[in-house]
């Protein structure tokens, strides 16, 4: 059975430092994918991985992809408050998307 | 390009009425998906369309959900009778075609609330 895991599931960061979530996947994927949820909203995608040691950054978010440790990684530069939100990775196979569990991120001051 | 539309927004229901929700992609979409989100989890998904045949199912329960796309186009999910635990956020999502290299595009999804 797939699993998707991520962690940690909640992150409370501070403004201005640097964090990194996890995403674990038990099974070989066609593509790795990253949404954003803001609370009430849909799924806004973020980032779309294809192949081994793919990376893919937009303003202070960077995500990558290795396949063969079945691991992606979002990594966020210099936190700000507009970035609160839930990220979630997804797993792809054809045309089936498998969600991870989310990480909740809040940034403080 | 109008992105997916669903409706209703919002539904609250007590325990054992039934409930339909309605959902039309994006134009041109062949390919039609319903999830379920509960509080705190990832979606999950329930039924998966092309055209108006069923690619998947194996995640809907059958004994309470139903889900039709008649036309190839709307798509309507229903459950009779709802529970407690049907409490969620109904996600429609759409895609141009099945494979790996059509990306899913959501709704803004239906809030149930089971009383």
């Known amino acids: 059975e797939l699993k998707v895991e991520q962690n940690p599931l909640f992150l409370s960061m501070q403004e201005g430092k640097n964090y990194t979530i996890y995403c674990n996947y038990s099974?070989?994927?066609?593509?790795l994918y990253w949404y954003r949820q803001d609370p009430g909203k849909s799924l806004e995608s973020l980032f779309v991985?294809?192949?081994?040691?793919a990376v893919k950054q937009e303003g202070r978010l960077m995500a990558s992809l290795d396949t063969k440790a079945r691991l992606s990684t979002l990594h966020i530069t210099a936190a700000v408050h507009d970035l609160s939100a839930t990220y979630f990775c997804?797993?792809?196979?054809?045309?089936?998307?498998?969600f991870g569990t989310g990480t909740r991120l809040q940034v403080t001051l | 390009e109008a992105g997916v539309a669903q409706s209703p927004r919002y539904k609250i229901i007590e325990k054992r009425q039934s409930v339909a929700f309605w959902c039309n992609p994006i134009?041109?979409?062949?390919?039609l998906y319903w999830y379920q989100q509960i509080l705190g989890q990832g979606p999950k998904l329930l039924i998966q369309?092309?055209?108006?045949?069923?690619?998947?199912d194996s995640q809907l329960p059958k004994d309470r959900f139903s889900a039709e796309r008649l036309k190839g186009v709307d798509s309507t999910l229903k459950i009779q009778p709802a529970k407690l635990e049907d409490s969620a956020v109904y996600l429609c999502?759409?895609?141009?075609?099945?494979?790996?290299?059509?990306?899913?595009?959501f709704g803004p999804g239906t809030r149930l609330t089971v009383l």
């Open positions: 997804a797993h792809s196979t054809a045309s089936k998307l498998t």
């Open positions: 369309f092309q055209n108006n045949g069923v690619v998947d």
């Open positions: 099974t070989t994927s066609d593509r």
């Open positions: 134009s041109g979409h062949a390919t």
């Open positions: 991985l294809l192949s081994n040691g």
């Open positions: 999502a759409s895609s141009l075609t099945l494979g790996q290299y059509n990306e899913q595009f």
